[in-house]
Every structure is written in structure tokens, then in C-alpha cells.
């Protein structure tokens, strides 16, 4: 079992792929993100390299103290087969990424059939001594077929590798770099160890590859998770503009056609304006990344003067925003000032005011919305609640900024938007 290596090498081997081992299980333990098939696959395979390095250390002493000759066979053979069997799990990960049945695939039962005729070659040395064999003083030794032995190990890990290039285009930038990187250099160390003598090195190759390829799927998992909730925040705006309150069209439109009796000019200009509203919550659907503040401020002010327009003297707006070279996610400022009108306005207290401010703050830039309305409990079930959730979500996945909601000093409540500096708009 020990070639040109001394024991001392071996123990720091094992030592080495003992702390891998727990370091793999112990981030799979602790790190969200990866789904539970995947984390089945790794758990299982850092416990077969856990297995192996306390099998290292039993090695190590019988080489010490020789023990009898059928133990060192038979922990020989177990260390082999448990070896053995991350290629073959490798194999079963790739199908699975790559959507395929296990059960049922044409390369899984062709790398399991050179699997078997491994194992067999295995547990048949010990009678006729051509693979490996043991000297009396409990010396490990190559027989002279012992590059046959490892054949079949090698044309599985080319199956192997031949499937990852078939489905190549089943998997993801990430996830075909960890077959790839983690499938060749176990291939490279199998062939050398033909003619070289490496095998002790062949577990902690195999470990460092595993956790490479845990760090990259993991990596990629999480992208994916991250875009699915970019996807799902997209969608949401989709149904905010889809939603449009029936009521404020209804309102909006019995309006214009009261004013083209009364003030044909307002008229034409509430038409203008209601149609800006109009495309700005459209082109919001098509939207999938920030847009410049400009454009949401314009969107929102034509949507303040059609309902200035119903409400006359009643609503009032007040815009302090010198600082505009930022950008938001498409429809957060005019959902939020929609908000305040819809919740916060008390037709029975007097002119509801809104201001809109800008600035520019260390860390990026700053929108503060704030009423004098009737004011809610920013952290309960409520429908503004949840809308402005809605919103905050949206701002945290494609910006990576921040809504707040507090109590206005003067009564109703203020709004802050935190935008984190990005590209000029």
C-alpha cells in the first residue's frame, strides 16, 4: 500500500483529505442555495472521502504493523471500491444536470458495466496475484497487469467526459467548467498512475476537484435562483400595470370628457398626459433592468396631473429634485406616490400634500416621498404594506437598494428610496 511514499507522507495525505472532507460536508450543511439533489450528491460524496481518509490512516499503521494477510486484502479492496465509486457518481450528477434518466440512459449503464468488470478484476487479484499482491512483510506491490486493472476505470471517465461534450449545450457556462474541471484531472491522474505510482495521491485529487465543483454549482445555482427572482419581480410589475385601478381610468376618462365642455385646452393637455401614463406603464413590462430616474419622474408626474385634474384643489405636489443622474427599476416612484394617494388620502382632512426629493448621498442617491395623509402601520399584512414590499423586493434584486417607511413628523407618512451608485443615466 505504500510505494515511494513514506508513512509520514501518507499520514499528512490523509490528514489533508480528512479536513477537505469535513470542510466540503460542512458547507453543505451551513451554505443556502443549491437544490436537494445536488446537495444528496455532494453530502454523499465528501462522506466517500471522509470513508477514505480513516481508511488512509488504518493503511498507514498496517504498514507498521503488517496485519494478517486477508484484512489487507479486504481494506485494499474497500478502499478501491469506495474509490472507485465517485466516477461512477459523477456520472449519474452529469445526467442529472443535464436532465437525462438515469435509469434509462445508454451512458450510465455502459459506465456501471465497466464499473462491474472493474470490481471483479479487484476482488479477483488476491487469488492470482496479476493485478496487486502483498510480500509476507505486508509490502504493497504491483502485479504486472496492473495498468489493465485501471482500464476500465479510464474508458468510464471517457464516456464520461464524451457525454459532459454531448450535453454540453444542456448546461450552463458554470456547471459544464465543474465536469470539466473536476472529470479531466481525474482522468489525467488514472493514466499516470498506469505507469507511475500515484494511487495515494488519487483521493485528494478527486476531493480537491469535488470541492471546486461544489464551489462553481453552488455559484451557478445561486445566479440562477437570483435570476428567477429577477424573472418573478419582472412578472410582478407586469401585473401592477395590468392591475390598473378601474376606477381611476373610469374617473380619469368621465373627467376628460367634462372638460372638453368646460376647458377644451386642459382637456387636450389631461389626454396628453394620461397618454404619457399610459406608454411609461407598458414600456415598464418590457423593462427588465433599471431605467434612468428621468423617465420614472416623468412617468410619475403624468400621473400626479391626471389625478391633480380630478381632484382639483384638493391635491397637491411639491418636486425638490435638483439631483436626476441615477436609475431605478422601472414603476418605483410612481407606485409609491400611487400608494400615498390611494391610502393615505382623507377626502374629509383638508388638501392632501405630497413632496417628491431628490439627493445625492455618500453611498449613492436618495428618494423621499412624503405625505401628510392619514398615515399606516408600515409593518402589518395591509394592502400599501404588501404593494410597497412588492416594490423593496424589486429595488433589493435589480439595484440592490432599499425602501423604507417611516411616520411623518407632521402627521401621514415618509418614504425612502436608497439606490446604491451605479452608471450615469
Not at 454540453?168 to 472529470?183: D, V, Y
Request: proline letters at 6%; charged letters at 15%.
Amino acid at each position: 500500500m505504500i510505494f515511494w511514499f513514506d508513512s509520514y507522507f501518507i499520514y499528512f495525505e490523509s490528514g489533508a483529505t480528512l479536513l477537505l472532507s469535513l470542510v466540503g460536508l460542512w458547507f453543505i450543511a451551513v451554505m443556502p442555495g443549491i437544490d436537494r439533489w445536488s446537495k444528496r450528491f455532494f453530502r454523499s460524496l465528501f462522506t466517500i472521502f471522509l470513508s477514505l481518509s480513516i481508511i488512509g490512516f488504518i493503511d498507514t499503521i498496517m504498514y507498521s504493523y503488517p496485519a494478517p494477510m486477508w484484512i489487507m486484502y479486504c481494506v485494499i479492496i474497500l478502499e478501491t471500491v469506495l474509490l472507485s465509486l465517485a466516477p461512477l457518481m459523477m456520472t449519474a450528477y452529469l445526467l442529472h444536470c443535464c436532465g437525462e434518466d438515469v435509469h434509462s440512459s445508454k451512458l450510465f449503464h455502459a459506465v456501471m458495466s465497466l464499473w462491474g468488470v472493474f470490481i471483479v478484476m479487484l476482488v479477483i487479484s488476491p487469488f492470482n496475484e496479476i493485478f496487486y499482491y502483498f510480500t509476507p512483510d505486508g509490502r504493497y506491490w504491483r502485479g504486472a497487469w496492473y495498468p489493465v486493472l485501471l482500464l476500465p476505470m479510464i474508458a468510464a471517465m471517457l464516456l464520461t467526459i464524451a457525454g459532459m461534450m454531448r450535453y454540453r449545450e444542456r448546461l450552463s457556462r458554470k456547471a459544464f467548467l465543474s465536469f470539466l474541471i473536476t472529470l479531466l484531472p481525474i482522468t489525467g491522474v488514472l493514466v499516470v498512475d498506469m505507469f507511475v505510482e500515484l494511487y495515494p495521491l488519487i483521493d485528494i485529487s478527486i476531493v480537491i476537484s469535488a470541492l471546486s465543483m461544489y464551489s462553481l454549482i453552488l455559484s451557478d445555482q445561486i445566479e440562477q435562483d437570483l435570476r428567477r427572482q429577477r424573472e418573478i419581480a419582472n412578472q410582478r410589475t407586469s401585473i401592477m400595470v395590468l392591475q390598473m385601478r378601474p376606477h381611476f381610468i373610469y374617473n380619469t376618462m368621465t373627467s376628460i370628457y367634462c372638460l372638453c365642455g368646460q376647458d377644451p385646452q386642459l382637456a387636450r393637455q389631461v389626454i396628453m398626459d394620461f397618454t404619457t401614463y399610459l406608454r411609461k406603464n407598458f414600456t415598464a413590462i418590457a423593462s427588465a433592468e433599471p431605467i434612468p430616474f428621468t423617465s420614472e419622474l416623468e412617468h410619475t408626474r403624468a400621473y400626479l396631473a391626471v389625478e391633480q385634474a380630478q381632484y382639483e384643489d384638493s391635491l397637491f405636489v411639491d418636486y425638490d429634485t435638483p439631483h436626476k443622474s441615477f436609475r431605478v427599476p422601472p414603476l418605483t416612484l410612481q407606485p409609491i406616490v400611487e400608494n400615498a394617494i390611494k391610502h393615505g388620502r382623507d377626502p374629509y382632512a383638508g388638501p392632501f400634500r405630497i413632496s417628491i426629493k431628490t439627493q445625492k448621498t455618500d453611498s449613492g442617491s436618495e428618494i423621499v416621498v412624503a405625505d401628510n395623509g392619514r398615515g399606516f402601520d408600515p409593518t402589518d399584512d395591509s394592502e400599501p404594506h404588501i404593494a410597497l414590499k412588492n416594490i423593496q423586493q424589486r429595488l433589493e434584486l435589480m439595484c440592490g437598494g432599499s425602501l423604507t417607511v417611516a411616520p411623518n413628523d407632521g402627521g401621514g407618512t415618509v418614504v425612502t428610496v436608497a439606490i446604491p451608485d451605479s452608471p450615469e443615466a
